[in-house]
């Protein structure tokens, strides 16, 4: 039966049943993934993870390598209790001979992948929680806990968004402009609820859907995480299943700004709106 779009809107990234996630997927050649420059991990490309701590600086302006940064570079410490990911992640693969930057619009599969932070650069959808969680072990961080996330979302006053307690217009990838992506890139609402055409790589290579880590300069938290509301759905470390901050084509429907959760899926679940960020313990100073 055919639904109205408003309807689909908000059927098809928070109540779509669990699908076979993989069957069917389609792969095709990306014109848009970003090249290995763009994920920019503190002034060049990633080649580590971003495991490189930043060294601290002594009084006399010289670096002090004997005492590293808490976090590596691209995360912010959080009330000294744990790091997060300046922005949500991406992926590089493993190609047989080292890492290379892997397109944000493909599924995992079996490649084998790790997280880095896609600052200034298209972060990675079309991933499920079991596979985020693997991506961010090979970087050697972990998927952040709920209350990890939601305490570098709402800061230290509780905020409704990251920015404050009043929603601002165009302040987060929030409002897409379409009618919905789906619809939009395969001109129908019939026969694409299912897992290939919800994971078709061209959806998020569409104008206005993904932007890429810290476009919205206002959407940002109050010690400085771009993009914890809208952009992608992001997940964390709970065991059944759970997303969090809505994406680019909803991110009210579960919950206002930080309070956004949807619960519906599996963690083997994934679609276009799926994305993650990484989290880890900060290093004792000194050690």
């Not at 963690?267 to 989290?279: A, E, I, K, N, P």
Request: charged fraction near 25%; proline fraction near 6%.
């Amino acid at each position: 039966m055919y639904s109205p779009p408003a309807l689909i809107v908000l059927l098809a990234a928070c109540t779509t049943p669990d699908l076979d996630d993989d069957a069917g997927a389609s792969v095709r050649a990306d014109p848009g993934a970003p090249s290995d420059t763009e994920l920019d991990t503190g002034g060049g490309p990633d080649t580590d993870a971003d495991t490189d701590m930043d060294a601290d600086t002594d009084t006399d302006g010289d670096p002090d390598t004997d005492t590293p940064a808490p976090c590596p570079a691209q995360m912010v410490e959080i009330d000294g209790r744990f790091c997060i990911d300046r922005a949500e992640a991406a992926l590089e693969e493993w190609d047989g001979d080292g890492w290379v930057t892997a397109s944000p619009y493909e599924t995992v599969g079996s490649r084998r992948v790790r997280a880095v932070v896609a600052w200034s650069a298209v972060p990675q959808g079309y991933i499920s929680g079991d596979e985020a969680e693997a991506a961010c072990l090979e970087a050697g961080k972990r998927l952040c806990t709920s209350d990890e996330w939601i305490r570098a979302c709402e800061g230290s006053e509780g905020r409704t968004w990251p920015y404050g307690d009043t929603h601002i217009e165009g302040a987060c990838n929030d409002d897409y402009e379409g009618g919905h992506p789906l619809i939009d890139y395969f001109g129908t609402s019939e026969g694409i609820w299912d897992s290939a055409h919800m994971n078709d790589p061209g959806i998020n290579q569409q104008a206005g859907t993904v932007a890429p880590g810290g476009a919205f300069a206002a959407c940002e938290s109050e010690d400085g995480v771009f993009d914890l509301h809208g952009n992608l759905h992001e997940w964390v470390a709970d065991g059944s299943g759970v997303f969090r901050g809505g994406f680019y084509a909803d991110a009210s429907i579960n919950g206002d700004g930080c309070g956004y959760r949807t619960t519906a899926h599996s963690r083997s679940y994934h679609d276009y709106s799926t994305g993650f960020r990484c989290c880890q313990d900060p290093l004792e100073r000194g050690r």
